[in-house]
């Protein structure tokens, strides 16, 4: 089941601004005087909050260090055992490692989450509609 949960992780994470849009269009989408534009502008939007947190995240913290993502914390593996007060995380060459379920993985997705919240919410100012 766990392998499953692992499978699934990247897939929810990578659609979460599009459900956000999808969810926030479904929720004004009487208010709105073109939702479906809306729904488009807001995919964009919200795609590029989530790359722009990402590259701050990047720049800020560089990959050798350890960034939010990839952090040294433990993480939940298969078999159920819990990784030693010190894991080796190799590096590859290409770029960081993904290591999800860490409280700071977390604390990114939330960022995303919320900063998506708020640049939808603002641009739904420009989609109001005039019987509102």
């Given amino acids: 089941m766990r392998i499953l949960l ?20 479904l929720y004004w989408r009487r208010s709105l005087s073109s939702p479906w534009l809306y729904g488009l502008a807001g995919t964009v939007i919200a795609y590029a909050v989530a790359a722009a947190v990402m590259f701050a995240v990047e720049n800020v913290k560089p990959s ?33 490692m993904f290591a999800p379920l860490t409280p700071s993985w977390f ?24 019987a509102t």
């Fill in 6 to 25: 692992y499978q699934l992780i990247p897939i929810v994470v990578l659609l979460s601004p599009f459900i956000e849009v999808v969810g926030f269009t």
């Fill in 64 to 96: 050798g260090a350890g960034t939010v993502i990839t952090s040294g914390a433990a993480v939940w593996r298969d078999d159920g055992r819990s990784l030693p007060d010190k894991p080796q995380i190799a590096q590859s060459e290409s770029g960081p």
């Fill in 107 to 130: 604390a990114l997705l939330g960022t995303i989450l919320v900063l998506c919240a708020v640049a939808l919410w603002g641009l739904r100012s420009l989609f109001r509609s005039s």
